[in-house]
């Protein structure tokens, strides 16, 4: 009789694995997935899905509530900034394997698509474009929870509760610094992206190393960090570190912010070889015309 029981028992956890694994096998590069905010209106609903080229009797969609915004963004924003409405929608499409995390937006003020691409990249969101909207300009940081709804509910992936926190953590403390002179919203992504490519080359052991990443990165993109900018930075990574994030994914899911920083430094570094090039053409004729004039006033 024990022995049945074992067999038995064996058979139900063979079975449970086949359903988890096809639960997973089910998603495929192409599948999509549309959050919308749980007020909108009937026409902004409409909207919304005509904007995204997307099927209501075919599409998966899945609403988002302002409570669930709450949830994630209590800890780092006001209750008004949050509000009371859930109106931020979006849609993921997930990509082929090795792709990374491709992003863009409309009517979005606050958070720009390389801040989303850098978080859900810290969530472990991988291989996938996504698409940000609303009916009206809203500032986006609630989105956020929408697309790691979907990423999860398509996927099978559980994405622990602890990352979808750092992860919202790091879209407001990302766009808090967008909003700083000197700073702006380019250069605030710029700046997470560099502290993620330098944690994945060197990875940390200890808050001084989170430190040291940080303070190289500012140097990296030319920013200049406040202290109480510098301890948030800090304090916002050294958190990642004890949750054991695998830098070198992050990494590898950013390539689109990378490639948009490397052309960012070649057209800087070309303009300014042309800019040399063409004070040393006008020095040159410069010289010439102060020499012809020098020989007609002798």
Do not use: C
């Amino acid at each position: 009789m024990r022995k049945l029981w074992l067999i038995a028992f064996a058979i139900v956890l063979a079975v449970s694995g086949i359903g988890t694994e096809k639960a997973y096998a089910d998603s495929a590069p192409g599948d999509v997935v549309v959050t919308l905010g749980a007020d909108l209106t009937p026409a902004q609903r409409q909207s919304m899905l005509n904007e995204m080229d997307v099927n209501p009797k075919t599409a998966q969609i899945i609403e988002v509530t302002n409570s669930e915004e709450h949830k994630y963004l209590d800890n780092y924003l006001s209750q008004s900034q949050i509000g009371t409405r859930a109106i931020s929608s979006s849609k993921i499409t997930l990509g082929q394997k090795g792709s990374g995390l491709q992003a863009s937006t409309n009517n979005i003020t606050y958070v720009t698509k390389d801040m989303y691409i850098n978080a859900l990249a810290t969530a472990g969101v991988k291989d996938a474009d996504v698409y940000v909207t609303a009916p009206f300009p809203v500032s986006g940081t609630a989105a956020l929870t929408g697309l790691i709804k979907a990423y999860e509910a398509k996927t099978g992936t559980v994405i622990p509760e602890a990352k979808q926190q750092v992860a919202n953590e790091e879209v407001v403390t990302t766009a808090q610094l967008g909003q700083q002179n000197g700073i702006g919203q380019t250069k605030a992504a710029e700046l997470v992206t560099a502290i993620k490519d330098n944690l994945a080359k060197n990875a940390p052991q200890s808050r001084a190393d989170v430190e040291n990443a940080v303070r190289s990165a500012a140097q990296q993109v030319n920013v200049q960090l406040s202290d109480a900018d510098m301890q948030k930075l800090v304090d916002l990574f050294d958190k990642m570190r004890t949750m054991n994030i695998d830098w070198s994914q992050v990494g590898d899911q950013l390539q689109q912010v990378k490639d948009k920083i490397s052309q960012l430094a070649n057209s800087s570094q070309t303009s300014g070889f042309l800019s040399q090039v063409f004070a040393a053409i006008g020095n040159f004729f410069k010289a010439i015309f102060q020499a012809i004039g020098s020989l007609f006033s002798k």
